[in-house]
């Protein structure tokens, strides 16, 4: 069974940054593609950014050049660094595995396993 926790949520300012965690047990990362997602209030579950097993990144055009999505094989985790937050990057951000480790996919219904979400707050 996969198990995922985020971390690193918080409430900060405009312009300030943080970094999500997602540590990752019962799958390596380093075999799998993993996303990050995030889901505003009263708003649908959206893709973030992704990383496939091979390492290949990619993030939507909405937080490109502001946000980063990586990770570290060593410790099982993946990353989101983000930059320049505004309040429109305010949600809950959930990271997920893949069931496609050799693919990029965006789709919510392209992942099954789910972390339980850290709260992201941007205030103006």
């Known amino acids: 069974q996969v198990q995922l926790v985020e971390s690193g949520g918080g409430l900060v300012q405009t312009g300030d940054s943080l970094l999500l965690s997602c540590g990752v047990a019962?799958?390596?990362?380093?075999?799998?593609?993993m996303g990050w997602f995030r889901q505003a209030s009263g708003k649908e579950r959206e893709f973030v950014a992704g990383?496939?097993?091979?390492?290949?990144?990619y993030v939507v055009d909405s937080v490109k050049g502001r946000f980063t999505i990586s990770r570290d094989t060593d410790k099982n985790t993946v990353y989101l660094q983000m930059n320049s937050l505004k309040p429109d990057d305010t949600a809950v951000y959930y990271c997920?595995?893949?069931?496609?480790?050799?693919?990029?996919?965006?789709?919510?219904?392209?992942?099954?396993?789910w972390g339980q979400g850290t709260q992201v707050t941007v205030s103006s």
């Open positions: 997920a595995t893949s069931r496609f480790p050799t693919q990029m996919r965006t789709a919510v219904v392209d992942y099954n396993s």
């Open positions: 019962g799958r390596a990362v380093a075999a799998a593609a």
């Open positions: 990383i496939t097993w091979t390492g290949d990144t």
